[in-house]
């Protein structure tokens, strides 16, 4: 089994997208010959001060591009980002700690800084007995930051990013041209994309990711047009869903409004046109699709070589006014579709959908086979599990000690990690079962309609499609890691006192439940689909939740009939009253973000199977807690010298 570090970071969406998109063609290419983490060693080193920089650089590239322009160029022009890398001191003490432990065949880096790390590390003369490759995500317009580190291999877009390294004096051979990294699901183009002709109706994908401001000007210009078909995809930004939807009111049959969504690829195929800006993952995609774009807004650097490959290739439309927008749409759907076929056209010679296909053969076929490491290697599982057709494990015949989190949040509420991520976080720590419970409001309550303003809680209209990423998470989970993954939901019954406040957990659901029904309803109905009911922590918070969550642990007499269990410790608190009533009790992390796996969580001694584990709860036989603190980043953070002195 090869095992594959791919090493990211949070500025800018492009390299993370690049890192995902890898690690999946990696698992469809080679699922039984590859294990593959993804690690961003910022959020695990750095945490908060990490989400400061992050919001900072935003601003800067959003609100003050000029300012962005003048750093991005002196990162290009100068060492200071080398002469400063002293100041990652912890961030290399973690790198050359994960490198012992895992002993990597590959190390892929989509971000640059590592490389810098890395020979940092290996500056003793120490061998470095893996394959050090870097996947560039820009274009053309390359800062050397990404070359003037050491790799073995620079893996670009596009030829026209080749020569330019060319020209920089990288030599040839360790040039690889295979596309940007795009989802697997562009290769349906031939099923589901558009044809070659305009038809009478195009459509038009509108993607919200600045210029805010003048977004509903653009929407009500769009529905000016009689033929054209808009989908608008808002994101998380509660606030603008609900000013679009009042503007696309009443003309459903043109428009289509989503927030957050994970279906941009195939909204890419099935659309004419792309107006959006010339962010580094959003143009590839567009270009991955054949998908003729608008380009609204380049910031400064990096967007640069992202529209000037357009440009070169004949396919480059800009516009920033909605006026002018709008001008640019009919210029290319005029005549038929006489432009906007040349615009398709020109796209097809840089469209390289199968580039994540490619780029995991190569990397499979560089990742150094004399390194093979044992199959039980701390906190990196290896096999691969059979999988039954229901997705689930198959029936033990001997209990065993299980790991459990039953209280887990991911992005389609106010998590950090994905649906996908939180699975391969958990599942890569040997974890045997974790719930995903994203936040659902009551919204017939004041807070409750507050609360969904904030898109920070489930949507509505992202409920269904929240069960399906869980159903098709489930199979993989146990398929690669042996572990089982629950479907669930927290409902906030949030008051204006902390005792009229409640937070519950339905665990292992297998279909949404109306959030506005009574506390006893919902229990009745998780009883009714089989799942767990459990109180959720009643501890102070300090966000839109409110100070407490009090109701349920102020009403234990009504309620501890009802309830399957109590949650009495929740992240690094411990309620011990509950304990000494001897009612059943569980542990959970309430994970939201990476800093949070080192909490409590519930130790089971049961059969591996989803009932014998419901079971075991309910009957609160066998259930024990532990203050997790083997999580790999979190031990080595603390004391990196020390946890290898006992490795």
Request: include cysteine.
């Amino acid at each position: 089994m090869k095992r594959i570090l791919i090493f990211t970071a949070g500025f800018g969406e492009g390299h993370n997208t690049a890192a995902r998109n890898i690690q999946e063609a990696l698992e469809w290419v080679a699922p039984d010959e590859a294990h593959v983490e993804i690690v961003d060693l910022f959020e695990s080193c750095y945490g908060r001060f990490n989400g400061v920089i992050r919001q900072a650089y935003l601003t800067a590239i959003n609100r003050t591009p000029l300012l962005w322009k003048g750093i991005y160029s002196l990162f290009d022009r100068t060492t200071i980002l080398e002469d400063g890398i002293s100041a990652l001191a912890r961030m290399r003490r973690s790198l050359d700690w994960l490198l012992r432990e895992v002993q990597p065949d590959a190390v892929l880096c989509t971000y640059p800084i590592y490389n810098y790390l890395i020979e940092e590390i290996f500056r003793d003369g120490r061998r470095k007995n893996f394959s050090h490759l870097t996947v560039i995500t820009d274009s053309i317009t390359v800062n050397s930051f990404w070359h003037r580190g050491p790799s073995d291999a620079f893996l670009v877009p596009n030829e026209e990013t080749a020569v330019a390294l060319r020209a920089a004096g990288i030599q040839e051979k360790r040039i690889q041209v295979f596309g940007f990294p795009v989802q697997l699901d562009f290769l349906e183009a031939k099923e589901i994309g558009v044809g070659e002709e305009l038809g009478a109706e195009p459509r038009i994908l509108y993607i919200i990711n600045s210029g805010k401001k003048k977004a509903t000007k653009i929407i009500r210009l769009l529905l000016q047009h009689p033929r054209w078909r808009a989908t608008v995809v808002v994101g998380r930004d509660r606030a603008l869903l609900e000013e679009v939807l009042r503007v696309a009111k009443g003309s459903e049959e043109k428009i289509q409004v989503l927030g957050w969504t994970d279906k941009i690829p195939e909204l890419l195929l099935t659309h004419h046109a792309l107006i959006s800006k010339a962010g580094g993952a959003t143009v590839q995609e567009a270009v991955a699709a054949r998908c003729p774009m608008v380009v609204t807004q380049i910031v400064p650097g990096q967007e640069e070589g992202n529209f000037d490959l357009l440009r070169r290739r004949g396919a480059a439309l800009y516009a920033e006014k909605p006026w002018q927008i709008i001008q640019v749409l009919e210029e290319l759907f005029a005549e038929e579709g006489k432009l906007w076929k040349r615009v398709r056209s020109a796209l097809t010679g840089i469209s390289r959908p199968d580039a994540s296909m490619q780029i995991a053969r190569f990397v499979l076929d560089r990742a150094a086979i004399e390194n093979a490491a044992p199959d039980s290697l701390p906190g990196f599982p290896r096999k691969v599990r059979d999988l039954l057709s229901n997705g689930v494990p198959p029936p033990r015949e001997s209990a065993q000690v299980l790991l459990c989190d039953f209280h887990v949040h991911s992005t389609y509420s106010d998590g950090r990690l994905s649906v996908g991520e939180i699975v391969d976080f958990y599942g890569q720590r040997g974890f045997d079962c974790i719930c995903i419970t994203d936040h659902i409001v009551d919204r017939t309550r004041f807070i409750g309609r507050v609360c969904q303003l904030t898109g920070l809680v489930l949507s509505p209209d992202l409920v269904g499609e929240y069960f399906e990423a869980l159903h098709r998470e489930k199979e993989r989970a146990w398929r690669k890691y042996r572990m089982i993954l629950f479907a669930g939901l927290e409902f906030n019954k949030d008051g204006y006192r902390a005792k009229s406040s409640a937070h519950l957990l339905g665990v292992d659901l297998q279909r949404p439940i109306d959030p506005s029904l009574s506390l006893p309803e919902i229990i009745g109905e998780i009883r009714a689909q089989d799942g767990l009911s459990v109180a959720s922590h009643p501890h102070k918070f300090q966000s839109v939740w409110g100070p407490n969550t009090l109701y349920l642990w102020e009403n234990q007499e009504q309620f501890a009939p009802l309830l399957d269990a109590w949650e009495i410790a929740n992240r690094d608190d411990l309620f011990a009253p509950i304990g000494l009533k001897r009612l059943p009790f569980i542990a959970n992390s309430d994970f939201h973000k990476p800093k949070h796996i080192d909490s409590w969580k519930t130790v089971l001694f049961c059969e591996k199977d989803s009932q014998a584990i419901k079971e075991c709860v309910r009957v609160n036989r066998n259930v024990a807690l532990t203050l997790y603190r083997r999580h790999r980043f979190g031990s080595l953070l603390r004391c990196p010298e020390e946890e290898l002195l006992h490795a």
